[in-house]
Nanobody, 123 residues
């Protein structure tokens, strides 16, 4: 059973930064892609960023240049560094473990999900 536990969310002012972490357990972390998605109440889950098993990365256009996804295979941990945060970045952020090794932008390509962490950006 794969378990994903996010942390690092919170309240930040416009232009601020946060770093999200996702601790993974239950399978060989380094062998699979990982991703971050976000969801606003009443809307669908939106792709944010993904990283393949060999560290190829992919980003949503809305976060490109501001967010950085990374992974530490020695710690079984996924990260999302978020800079220049804007009010429209406010959402619940979810960590996801891929069913494959590729960094893919679709929620259906991810087999396991964390419980989510709230990020709120005030204007």
């Amino acid at each position: 059973q794969v378990q994903l536990v996010e942390s690092g969310g919170g309240l930040v002012h416009t232009g601020g930064s946060l770093r999200l972490s996702c601790a993974a357990s239950g399978r060989t972390f380094s062998s699979y892609a990982m991703g971050w998605f976000r969801q606003v109440l009443g809307k669908g889950r939106e792709f944010v960023a993904a990283i393949s098993w060999i560290d190829y990365t992919q980003y949503a256009d809305s976060v490109k240049g501001r967010f950085t996804i990374s992974r530490d295979n020695t710690k079984n941990t996924l990260y999302l560094q978020m800079n220049s945060l804007q009010p429209e970045d406010t959402a619940v952020y979810y960590c996801a473990a891929g069913a494959t090794r590729s960094a893919l932008p679709n929620a259906y390509d991810y087999a396991y999900w964390g419980q989510g962490t709230q990020v709120t950006v005030s204007s």
